[in-house]
């Protein structure tokens, strides 16, 4: 519970993480996990950042100024995102007694469409080879392959 300081998460592997807000260079070089930050952050959120996923409460419309995007997309949050990040905004509240984050669920209706959802363009490619994939009955490592080929 809190506002934690710099290089927050910096090579988060695995580990799924809610705060209140984040100081300067969050998520730097995140290779998985989860991470939700409900408040505030500092500048170059996600820089090389490269897999897993970030969301952020973003209601002043102000954190696409503090992302670095050499590596990363802001996207819009699907169903599946809207659910964990709910679930995970639940739990925070209910061990750590979040003020925060109870406010926010008070209102969740207007509180998740204010959420921004920061993926590492090269997952995004992998999670897309592999929906096609198995969608159309490929074999899933070399349609990964084939996509992750430059140009």
């Known amino acids: ?25 969050a998520c730097e070089y995140m290779t998985g996990g989860r991470v939700v930050v409900l408040g505030p952050t500092g500048r170059n959120f996600g820089a090389g950042m490269s897999g897993g996923i970030a969301y952020v409460h973003d209601p002043a419309g102000t954190f696409a100024e503090r992302v670095n995007y050499d590596m990363v997309s802001i996207t819009e949050l ?4 809207r659910d964990d990040v709910e679930r995970m905004v639940r739990r925070h509240a209910e ?18 469409e204010q959420f921004r959802k920061v993926m590492p363009n090269d997952y ?8 096609r994939a198995e969608a159309e009955g490929l074999d899933v490592v ?10």
Do not use: K, Y
């Not at 699907?78 to 995102?81: K, S, T, V, W, Y």
């Not at 061990?95 to 998740?112: K, P, Q, Y």
């Open 1 to 25: 519970r809190g506002i934690v300081g710099e290089r927050f998460c910096v090579r988060n592997s695995g580990a799924v993480a809610v705060v209140e807000g984040v100081g300067d260079h």
């Open 78 to 81: 699907n169903a599946a995102d």
């Open 95 to 112: 061990e750590t007694g979040s003020l925060v984050a109870t406010a926010l669920l008070d209102d969740w209706t207007v509180a998740i």
């Open 124 to 131: 995004q490619r992998v999670l897309d080879a592999t929906a």
């Open 142 to 151: 070399e349609t990964i392959m084939a996509a992750s080929q430059l140009p």
